[in-house]
């Protein structure tokens, strides 16, 4: 009997998957991060052989062939993709023989035009099938990532590799890498943690709306904007990312961090967002580390614009350049650790207030004139906004700063997080900040005017 372990990647929302019978075992999905998958496999006693691709992915980069040189395991990619590297090309009805299971290649396409999925057999028993970014608990993959040109055909595509997924034996375990928060996903998925091939025909979106072309007109009308970094993703994988190092990055003393601050570099500070508030470097910006950082950090940051960190301790650093690690920055301009107060240096520190939405109504009704600014997407401020609200995505605010009226600026988000990113860039230009950290929901209980 096999075993499927699964490692989680709650940084971007995804899963990778290792698949044993106790003495040899199958990678899917890999993150960069490789030690992790070496150490699972350790614990379980079990051989890596094959390492499986379903896709180039565009959310992050692989560790499949990094994976596949320290191992000495079959690295199998469809043989369409345009890769610059040795592996084993596989083909639609491929089978792949691993110890006690069979391993057999499905073309999927749709999520990108060469995706697969990978349908494991326990002797003649089709048992799991690792999905990628095809079929997701309750929805499919994006299709839009590719080209506006092969958006439509890629979403017709998703829909009927959807429904051949569907063809499978009803108990057979859906397990796809996409959909637990990456923006890989076309809509929110159902917040299951287990599926099945039958719960997704009674909940998939791909299965249970009427047709092809209802399938696509409802896709398509709800694709969201999805981070900045995802444009460099697949070129990456397509020509092979090689091992990644995490030595610790040059050591910056305060007089230099002040230097990168005044020339207008990228210095990324990784504290909570409410210490962020209570005391920063001016110019500095609030990246607080956690789930959100790597994907909102590639999202804001322009790509390739060199970046200094800023840490209370070396394990944030350490953390910081693993998640970073897994979006392709492998490099970075160094790190200033340590309390803020004796990062300064010479330099004043700066401060805003917080509050919440219960707060911003009470001084909005004592007479406070504030630019009340909505960082969320657009497809979130459709749903709902504040009446007479601003809104720029926190991902366009540092190029849109002109846009925000002079004077007061209360600044939030769905939650908090985004809120204290768009907070920390306006703060950089001098004016008075208010960072609401709340839930959105809680805004109509506190008495702001919130349409729809």
Known sequence: MIEILTIETPELGDRSYLVHDGAVALVVDPQRDIDRVLALASEAGVRIEAIAETHMHNDYVTGGLALAAETGARYLVNAADPVSFEREEVRDGDRIDLGSFTVEVLATPGHTPNHLSYLVYEGDRPTSVFTGGSLLFGTVGRTDLISAEQTEPLTRAQYRSAHRLAELPGSVEVLPTHGFGSFCSSASTSGSSVSTIDQERQQNLALTLTDEDTFVKTLLSGLTAYPRYYAYMGERNLAGPGPVRYDPPAPVDPEELGR?????????????????????????????????????????????????????????????????????????????VGPVEHLAGARPLSSYEVTDFAGLASRLAAGERWTILDVRRDDEREVAHIEHSMHIPV??????????????????????????????????????????????????????????
């Not at 789930?291 to 840490?311: A, K, Q, R």
């Not at 540092?398 to 997080?417: I, K, T, Y």
């Not at 860039?425 to 919130?450: K, Y």
């Open 395 to 452: 991902h366009d605010l540092r190029a849109r700063l002109g846009e925000v009226p002079d004077g007061p600026v209360a600044v939030h988000c769905a939650a908090g997080f985004r809120s204290a990113i768009g907070a920390s860039l306006l703060d950089g230009g001098g004016r008075q900040i208010l960072l609401v950290d709340d839930d959105f929901s809680r805004a109509t209980d506190a008495g702001l005017p919130v349409v729809s």
């Open 260 to 336: 990168r601050i005044e020339a207008g570099e990228w210095v990324v500070d990784l504290r909570d967002r409410r210490a962020y508030a209570k005391g920063h470097l001016s110019g500095t910006v609030g990246i607080e580390l956690g789930d959100l950082f790597s994907t909102y950090h590639g999202w804001v940051v322009p790509w390739g614009e060199p970046v200094t960190l800023i840490g209370e301790r070396p394990e944030d650093v350490e953390r910081a350049q693993r998640d970073l690690s897994r979006i392709g920055i492998d490099e970075l301009a160094g790190a200033a």
